[in-house]
């Protein structure tokens, strides 16, 4: 197929190219070419200018040479990139925020850039709950002793002193109440758990009761998850004080971002006995460092790493959904999520 629209469908080992070429096949007739970017184990280092990026600035601007519009969810579209491409018009990303683009560049070339919200919505709430799940039945400390040691020591997690904790009344109070948090609540809600929620910028309904302070959820909650955006004003929101106003005994988790929690104040919560246990998917330094004192807390802690959004069908819908903006694009129709 062959058109005067030329793209490449830079994708990953997630989001593969040919998901983003069949998308893109229901949409518009577009010359695709496609090219798998390596998949980064921390952000992008040698370029300050972008983030969370695979290292292959001169594979994609090698790829881009005559084209237009770029899909991908990795690459690195920085300065040296765009300067490079002079006919590219179009840049759609395949995930929630456009993270790994300069987008200040991106104006000055004057590229439009596009990215795909929501797509990640239901699996991250998924998992959310069944990290959830996991720390407040001890799930994996359980299998580990099982599975790997051939011990059936775990049984002593039914007896009153070491069993966990059941979601049916018990008071879960979640922090931030976005496309994320509204699943996550409403999740609970069937389970029977009494939800709280604090968002100071959502307004109208809410699935359980509305707090009107960070101070007085923590103060009520068994369970703490947090599901806030990470800004300058929600960075370290949960520190040693904060996590000295929850009961004794309680549950934090975290699948949404790393900073918004002080792992140092968790770990000491944890060591005294003051929390219970915590899961998390999130770290403040990824991939999690050797020094960090998280993995030999294994007994307390649910660790995973930033699996949250790894779900089959958020590939295939954010495939979909740069499809789309590439089509209004092609068809002159106004860019339904574009931030240049």
């Known amino acids: 197929m062959t058109s005067s629209v030329r793209v490449v469908a830079a994708g990953d080992h997630f989001v593969l190219p040919s998901l983003i070429t069949a998308a893109l096949g229901k949409e518009a007739a577009c010359d695709v070419r496609e090219l798998t970017l390596g998949w980064p184990l921390q952000p992008f280092g040698p370029v300050a200018e972008v983030s969370e990026a695979s290292d292959a600035e001169d594979e994609l601007i090698g790829a881009l040479a005559g084209a237009q519009v770029l899909v991908t969810q990795m690459g690195p579209v920085t300065e040296r990139v765009l300067g490079a491409c002079p006919e590219l018009r179009l840049v759609v990303v395949c995930r ?194 050797p020094d960090s004192r998280l993995p030999a807390l294994a007994d307390r802690v649910v660790l995973t790493p930033h699996l949250g959004g790894a779900s089959r069908a958020v590939a295939e819908k954010a495939a979909r959904i740069a499809a789309a903006e590439v089509g209004r694009w092609v068809r002159g129709e106004p860019l339904a999520h574009c931030l240049t």
């Open 96 to 289: 929630g925020g456009p993270v790994n683009v300069n987008l200040a560049a991106a104006e000055r070339h004057d590229v439009r850039v596009c990215f795909a919200p929501g797509r990640n919505a239901a699996a991250t709430a998924e998992f959310t709950v069944g990290l959830l799940l996991a720390a407040l039945r001890r799930i994996p400390q359980a299998h580990e002793l099982l599975a790997r040691e051939g011990s059936w020591a775990g049984s002593a997690y039914y007896t009153y002193e070491h069993s966990g904790l059941e979601l049916e009344d018990l008071p879960v109070g979640l922090v931030g109440y976005g496309a994320v948090g509204s699943r996550v609540a409403r999740a609970l809600c069937a389970f029977g758990a009494r939800v709280m929620v604090y968002d100071p910028y959502v307004r109208g309904e809410v699935h359980g009761l509305r707090v009107s302070s960070l101070d007085d959820l923590l103060r009520r909650s068994a369970v703490v998850t947090l599901h806030a955006r990470l800004t300058a004003e929600t960075r370290g929101l949960i520190g040693a004080r904060e996590l000295a106003l929850l009961p004794p005994g309680a549950v934090v988790v975290n699948a949404a971002r790393g900073p918004l929690l002080d792992e140092d104040a968790l770990c000491d919560a944890l060591e005294s006995g003051r929390l219970a246990a915590a899961a998390l998917d999130t770290y403040a330094r990824e991939p999690l460092p």
